[in-house]
Nanobody, 124 residues
Framework: QVQLVESGGGLVQAGGSLRLSCAASGRTYSEYAMGWFRQAPGKEREFVAAIARYGSTTVYADSVKGRFTISRDNAKNTVYLQMKSLRPEDTAVYYC?????????????????WGQGTQVTVSS
């Protein structure tokens, strides 16, 4: 099993940027497709972005397309989420997740391991 630890969250003004990181340990990280999800207070967890095992394919939620970029560095066992043009509605706890398939998937129930989350707050 892989263990995941997110970092990089914080408070930012609308229009600003943040980069989240998710460090993996345990089972070989490059065997997993990776995803980012988020959950705002009182709302369901939602898919944000995902990346294939070797980074060849990425998928984004419509709400973040063009503003967020997911990437990975398999040599560092880390996946990133670069967030730009942040909006107050992006405020949530952000989670990274690992799925032991090659291609990225949208459904959270398909993921095998989750991090503890990192808070992102965007002020207006």
């Amino acid at each position: 099993q892989v263990q995941l630890v997110e970092s990089g969250g914080g408070l930012v003004q609308a229009g600003g940027s943040l980069r989240l990181s998710c460090a993996a340990s345990g089972r070989t990280y490059s065997e997993y497709a990776m995803g980012w999800f988020r959950q705002a207070p009182g709302k369901e967890r939602e898919f944000v972005a995902a990346i294939a095992r070797y980074g060849s394919t990425t998928v984004y939620a419509d709400s973040v397309k063009g503003r967020f970029t997911i990437s990975r560095d398999n040599a560092k066992n880390t996946v990133y989420l670069q967030m730009k043009s942040l909006r107050p509605e992006d405020t949530a706890v952000y989670y990274c997740a690992a799925d032991d398939r090659q291609m990225p998937v949208v459904a959270g129930k398909e993921y095998d391991a989750w991090g503890q989350g990192t808070q992102v707050t965007v002020s207006s």
